[in-house]
């Protein structure tokens, strides 16, 4: 039997397809402030929050049944900084599905979803926020 490599290195890339590419595309980077990394074409754009890849593909089609992935997430650096995420998401008119939690692991979050109904967990977590990647 063949020996597992090195450790992999995170999990920082997400495919969604989307009904609504470009105002997912706005949702992201006007309102979460995410940057654009690459626009293969106008069906698929790849987008950064500098860690990480969020790849946006128009779906030319309604998903039927039920959703293969129930949220993501994206770490905070502090408590103060989720609850300042959740007030401005909320002056933003995003909509939110809860208010801010404490987890029993010393984590707190809460959850939104994107114009195309993807559920999305801003996480503050002591085990991981404040982490910083550097070049290998």
Known sequence: ????????????????????????ERFYVDVL??????????????????NDNLSLGRAYAESHGVPLVDHYGFIVDSVKELDAWYQYLKASGVTLLDRPFDHGDGARSFHLLDPAGNKIQPLY????????????
């Open 1 to 24: 039997m063949l020996e597992r490599p090195s450790r992999l290195n995170g999990l920082r890339h997400l495919a969604l397809l989307v009904p609504n590419l470009e105002a997912c």
């Open 125 to 136: 977590h002591p085990a991981i926020s404040g982490q910083r990647f550097s070049p290998a």
């Open 33 to 50: 402030g995410m940057q654009l990394l690459h626009r293969a074409n106008e069906d698929l754009v790849y987008l950064t929050c500098g």
